[in-house]
Every structure is written in structure tokens, then in C-alpha cells.
């Protein structure tokens, strides 16, 4: 699945390196002489901004934070609505709270992302932002909502933590908004234990992002660490340099993770796509087939039962399942009870609100793409997929 599947040497080479040739110095900026003039969070930015084809990167703790940092720059808070989707890590939702903006919560449809339809419904005088996040390594439909953000002047920031790499019409994912977020926890596509990165071609929003993630100093390069004046309220949500060393060996494993996936998922659909009909189940929509990272492999069952009855043959075979069906209470904001007993606009019906949203996640299958199965892996496991459809058809 992610790049967990292929840290070794290269990291652990990376931060030994830090103590070698850097003298241990583990902060993002100064002490030039004693660090050698060695800086692995900017080298890490640098060589991000520009796999990805963006003009900046701002490299932050987690994605969680990065979500939190784009919205600062660009100046969310109270009074503000910002437009996200009912299937998404419930970080996304965490982000737009904690800058005090409300939350709108939209359906998704059979691609598992942004419904545009829905999004368009939602949009009113106060809305500021939109985060369409691209689940599992897929396209949100960056052509639809983008002309409706334009036509309403709402600022996009897509969450692209699940998709680091994938491309959409050959523009890379986190490239089509105002500013783009990536996750490099240990469970993403290149992982740096914790982490995060802002990426975006806009310089002022650039310079507020790097701003408000180190206390609001201003962003003045060759002036001493914390000599500048500070420009805004802001907080600390710097990477360390140990992180941006692994983020570096990673970063070049990357096209080896994407390629790797995309020939695993293209073999796993294939023992399935001339039955599907037989079988009686759907693929999830994908927008950018050709573009698509290619983590999961998503299909329809038709319904909850049955997706449920496939996951447990699984699992009694010793085949393991992906968010869906069962692990569906963290990426479902329908299960988010604690998010929103208290908030006043989903008190009443947070459980039953995101009834399309629910109608597809129900009855979908999701299996993990493996970077390093081999054929063998994929067959043995896809027969045991093969016999759970049977068995339910
Ligand atoms: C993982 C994830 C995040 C949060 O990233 P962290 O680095 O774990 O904080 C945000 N959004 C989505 C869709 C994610 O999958």
C-alpha cells in the first residue's frame, strides 16, 4: 500500500546522516556553520514543490496540520463556511473547527468523492472555502468544481493526503486549487512517521502559510531566527529535521510506490472485471484512470449484508479489507457522534443526514494495493475475493 511497505536503508542512511554531517542539529533553520549548511526541511521542500510541479512548499507536522495551516493563509475563522465531503479522515472536518468556521458537511457519489452537485447545493453567502479530498488515491472532479469555485469566488484547497503523486487530465492532484495538503503519516503513500506539506503558486499565500506555521514570524530569509517581526498570530507546526531526511529517501521512492500500485490494482481488477456482471458488483467510478495513485480497489456489492458476508469470508481467509466496510468510523461523518452531538447546525440529524454518502460506502468492498505482492500474493488473495462474491452472489 504506502511507504511503509519500502523504508529501510535509504532512511535510515538519511538520519544517521543528521548526526554525521549535520552535527546533530535537528531545527529547520540556523546554526549554518555547526549544521554544515546542510538543511534537509528545505531540501524536502524544494524537491516536493517540484515533483509535485508546484512554485512553494511549506513542509508542517501532520496533515492534519497542513489543513490547518492552508485555511489560516488564507484568513478562515468565525463567520466563515467552508465546504467539505461526508467521506474523508475526520481530520478535514478537525481542520475547518479548529479555525472556528463551520463545517459543511456534503454527499459523495459513486466516485466516493465530492458529489459537485451537492457542493453547488450548499453554497451560500458565507461560504469561503471548498476541500474536495481525493479518497484513496482518486480523482475528486477537479473539472466540475472548479468552475462552480470560481463562479461563487471560493477559495480551493484540496485534501490530497490519500493521493500524493496521482494526476487528473495530467495535472498533478493538489496543483488544481489555491493551495494543496499532503499527509506523510505512517500510514500514507510516502511516510515520515508524522508529517505534512502546503504546497501552492500563490507567494503571498505562501508566505502566510510559512508564517503562521512558526508563530506568525515573518518570513524574511537570511534574517536570524527570531529577529523577525511577527506578522500574525500563528503556532508551531515546524518539521524537524529527521522527518524531512526520511521525507527526502521516501520522495525518491515515490514513482517505484505509484508504479508499483497501479500494475497491483490493474492485476487485482482484472481476476474480477469479466465476472463482475456474474458476480453482481460495480466498480467505484474512478475520473483518472490513466492518473489514479492506484492504493485500493474499490467495488459495489449491491448491499450491506453482502459486503459485509465478503469482508468476513476474507478475513476468515486471512485477507484483510480497507476502511470499508467495517472501518468506515473514521472516514464517515455519519459515525462522527462525538464531532457533532454538540454543533448546532448537525445536533438533530448527523446520523442519517449523508443518506447517499451511506447508500454507496455501505455496500462497497475496498481492498489495500500491496507495493511488494507479487503475482502470487495478488492471486492467492484474489481467489479467496473470488469465492466470497460466489458464495454471496
Ligand atoms: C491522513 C489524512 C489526513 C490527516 O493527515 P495526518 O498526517 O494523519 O494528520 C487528512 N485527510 C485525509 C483524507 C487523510 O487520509
Not at 359 to 382: F, G, H, S, Y
Request: hydrophobic fraction near 45%; charge should be negative.
Amino acid at each position: 500500500m504506502p511507504g511503509f511497505e519500502v523504508i529501510g536503508e535509504e532512511e535510515k542512511q538519511a538520519v544517521v546522516d543528521i548526526f554525521d554531517r549535520s552535527n546533530g542539529v535537528l531545527f529547520y533553520r540556523g546554526f549554518d556553520e555547526r549544521r554544515n549548511h546542510i538543511f534537509r526541511v528545505l531540501d524536502f521542500e524544494a524537491a516536493f514543490a517540484q515533483r509535485i510541479g508546484a512554485r512553494y512548499a511549506q513542509a508542517v507536522t501532520s496533515g492534519t496540520a497542513a489543513l490547518k495551516v492552508a485555511l489560516k493563509a488564507l484568513g478562515i475563522g468565525p463567520g466563515d463556511e467552508v465546504i467539505t465531503q461526508a467521506f474523508t479522515f475526520v481530520a478535514t472536518v478537525e481542520a475547518i473547527l479548529d479555525t472556528g468556521a463551520t463545517p459543511i458537511v456534503v454527499d459523495v457519489d459513486d466516485t466516493l468523492n465530492m458529489d459537485p452537485d451537492a457542493l453547488r447545493a450548499a453554497i451560500t453567502p458565507r461560504t469561503k472555502a471548498v476541500i474536495p479530498v481525493h479518497m484513496m488515491h482518486t480523482a475528486a472532479a477537479m473539472d466540475a468544481i472548479l468552475p462552480i469555485a470560481q463562479e461563487h469566488g471560493l477559495f480551493i484547497v484540496e485534501d490530497t493526503a490519500q493521493a500524493c503523486g496521482a494526476t487528473y487530465q495530467g495535472k498533478t492532484l493538489g496543483t488544481w486549487g489555491h493551495l494543496g495538503c499532503f499527509s506523510f503519516d505512517f500510514g500514507k503513500t510516502i511516510t515520515t512517521g508524522e508529517g505534512g506539506m502546503v504546497v501552492t503558486d500563490d507567494e503571498e499565500l505562501f508566505r502566510l502559510a510559512r508564517s503562521y506555521h512558526n508563530h506568525g514570524h515573518a518570513f524574511l530569509p537570511g534574517v536570524p531566527p527570531g529577529e523577525e517581526p511577527g506578522i500574525m498570530p500563528g503556532f508551531n507546526f515546524r518539521m524537524t529535521e529527521l522527518q524531512a531526511a526520511v521525507g527526502l529517501a521516501q520522495l525518491k521512492k515515490l514513482d517505484f510506490i505509484l508504479a508499483r500500485q497501479r500494475a497491483n490494482k490493474a492485476m487485482m481488477k482484472a481476476f474480477l472485471e469479466p465476472e463482475a456482471e456474474a458476480l453482481g458488483i460495480r466498480f467505484r467510478r474512478v475520473l483518472n484512470p490513466d492518473g489514479e495513485g492506484g492504493d485500493t480497489l474499490v467495488f459495489f456489492t449491491g448491499s450491506r449484508e453482502r459486503a459485509r458476508a465478503v469482508a468476513r469470508h476474507m478475513a476468515q481467509h486471512g485477507v484483510g479489507t480497507k476502511l470499508l466496510p467495517g472501518a468506515e468510523r473514521w472516514h464517515f461523518a455519519g459515525y462522527w457522534e462525538w464531532i457533532f452531538r454538540d454543533h448546532p447546525l448537525y445536533a438533530e440529524d448527523w446520523s442519517t443526514r449523508w443518506a447517499a454518502s451511506a447508500r454507496w460506502l455501505e455496500q462497497a468492498v475496498a481492498l489495500p494495493v500491496m507495493v511488494l505482492d507479487e503475482p502470487k500474493d495478488i492471486e492467492r488473495k484474489m481467489r479467496v475475493v473470488l469465492d466470497a462474491l460466489r458464495a454471496t452472489a
